[in-house]
């Protein structure tokens, strides 16, 4: 782990994980280990995708989760995104426990 302050990348990472729409798209990414990209088309499941552009991929843009691409309309791991892959696989392997 690196030198940061105590619990900085865990409160980062929790905070992330904070809402359903930021959990989907992370564990989209997680899910797609060959593409390791999401159409931003494809997130808004019934969610405002003005939320998605101005709320949500910008928070996990800040963090370095994900980077978009506006121009492709895709969404792709960021370089902190490691940071945050073994929560996402707690979550992934507990999905139905967990309800998400």
Request: aromatic share 4%; charged share 20%; proline share 3%.
């Amino acid at each position: 782990m690196q030198n940061a302050p105590a619990g900085t990348n865990l409160d980062r990472q929790f905070d992330a994980l904070g809402h359903s729409v930021r959990r989907r798209i992370l564990l989209g990414l997680f899910a797609s280990n060959g593409d390791r990209t999401l159409e931003i088309d494809c997130l808004s499941n019934g969610h405002s995708e003005l939320a998605l552009y101005h709320s949500h991929i910008p928070k996990l843009e800040a963090a370095g989760f994900v980077e978009m691409n506006g121009e492709q309309g895709i969404v792709q791991r960021g370089d902190n995104y490691s940071e945050i892959e073994p929560l996402l696989s707690v979550l992934a392997r507990n999905d139905e426990q967990l309800s998400l």
